[in-house]
Nanobody
Framework: QVHLVESGGASVQAGNSLRLSCVVSGLRFSGSTLAWFRQGPGKEREFVATIPYSGTRYGDSVKDRFTISRDNAKNTVFLQMNDLKPEDTANYLC?????????????????WGRGTQVTVSS
């Protein structure tokens, strides 16, 4: 059974930072592609960042503020979020697929966590 468990979400003021974590089990982590998506209330699920074996890609709205990284020894993917803005408010979901594929599309990821809530106030 594959499980992804996010943590680190919180309520913060604009301009502050958060670091999200996602621990993955039941999957060969070192051979997998990891990604973060987010979904605000009444909005479509939005691509945030992805990290295959090498290289990264970011959504346009976060590319200068967020950084994705992974620790294969700990089966964990991180999302460092700096200079948070109210429009970053969303449930942040961790996603994975079992090979190396650079993708920003929700349908390309077969495994999902339940998400961790980030709320940013002005």
């Amino acid at each position: 059974q594959v499980h992804l468990v996010e943590s680190g979400g919180a309520s913060v003021q604009a301009g502050n930072s958060l670091r999200l974590s996602c621990v993955v089990s039941g999957l060969r982590f070192s051979g997998s592609t990891l990604a973060w998506f987010r979904q605000g209330p009444g909005k479509e699920r939005e691509f945030v960042a992805t990290i295959p074996y090498s290289g990264t890609r970011y959504g346009d709205s976060v590319k200068d503020r967020f950084t994705i990284s992974r620790d294969n020894a700990k089966n964990t993917v991180f999302l460092q979020m700096n200079d948070l803005k109210p429009e970053d408010t969303a449930n942040y979901l961790c996603a994975a697929r079992g090979d190396y594929t650079l993708s920003t599309r929700t349908g390309d990821y077969g495994f999902w966590g339940r998400g961790t809530q980030v709320t940013v106030s002005s």
